[in-house]
């Protein structure tokens, strides 16, 4: 009797958690990051697909499978697609090699605000600038009209390369945040900025990583935090588990 109101509780909690994840997995849009050199329409520079719509709540899943990539998913405006948004959103650069890395990283961005058009781009100036390569992308853009995601995309191409941005901006971002910068990241790719990584390692990241490793304290600090946290999480689900097991037996 003293069990069953004990178990009662701690059943109803495992219950709640299932259907959470099962609601978050399929609010998933999937975005590849980068290309291979064979990849039609763009190559490597391109996010695909590139215009997508996500409702408040929807994960937008940007997966580092191209091959080779050093990207990053970083928020702009319409008006200066190639430049960082002020308190925009921002993954930081991951590299890939060659011969790719698995699992691929991962950065999961939830949307806020799906009444506003999103509008981000890579901020990679090796070789040349993948914004004005065409590596942009968009979320809830109008389908038409003069903020269409084609005015985007050809806004970006006709930006001076001078003026790409390569600020490191934060996880959360205007109508748009994630949780934890991406991973996992896998022997052979790199993640900047990143305290931990060896500085100066990948190759083409001469620019990114100096600017990268300015910032990387104050981007660090809240990504530990977040682990700590996710940590603690899995600690207390295991605790869970375990008093129910005990029970159960
Ligand atoms: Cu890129």
Not at 99 to 116: C, H, I, M, Y
Not at 132 to 160: C, H, L, R, T
Not at 173 to 180: D, L, T, V, Y
Not at 202 to 218: L, M
Request: aromatic share 6%.
């Amino acid at each position: 009797m003293r069990f069953a109101t004990v178990l009662a509780p701690l059943l109803l909690t495992g219950l709640a958690v299932a259907q959470n994840n099962s609601t978050n997995s399929s609010d998933v849009v999937t975005v590849m990051v980068g290309g291979t050199i064979d990849t039609p329409n763009g190559g490597i520079f391109q996010f695909i697909p590139n215009n997508v719509k996500a409702s408040n709540g929807t994960v937008v899943r940007f997966m580092f499978t191209g091959m080779p990539g050093n990207h990053s998913i970083t928020q702009s405006s319409f008006s200066a697609p190639c430049t960082d948004l002020e308190g925009g959103f921002d993954s930081g650069w991951v590299s890939i090699p060659n011969e790719g890395v698995q699992p691929a990283p991962e950065w999961n961005l939830t949307v806020t605000n799906d009444q506003r058009p999103l509008w981000f781009f890579c901020k990679q100036l090796i070789p040349s600038p993948h914004c004005i390569a065409g590596m942009v992308g968009a979320i809830n853009a109008a389908d038409d009209g003069d903020n269409s995601f084609d005015n985007y995309k050809q806004a970006a191409s006709q930006v001076s390369p001078t003026e790409v941005d390569q600020t490191q901006n934060g996880l959360v971002g205007q109508g748009a945040s994630a949780s934890q910068r991406p991973s996992p990241i896998p022997s052979g790719a790199n993640l900047f900025p990143d305290a931990s990584a060896p500085a100066g390692s990948g190759s083409g990241g001469g620019s990114g990583t100096g600017t990268g490793t300015g910032d990387a304290p104050t981007t660090t600090s809240p990504s530990g935090a977040t682990n700590i946290l996710a940590t603690m999480n899995s600690g207390l689900i295991a605790l869970v588990a375990g008093v129910s097991v005990m029970f159960l037996a």
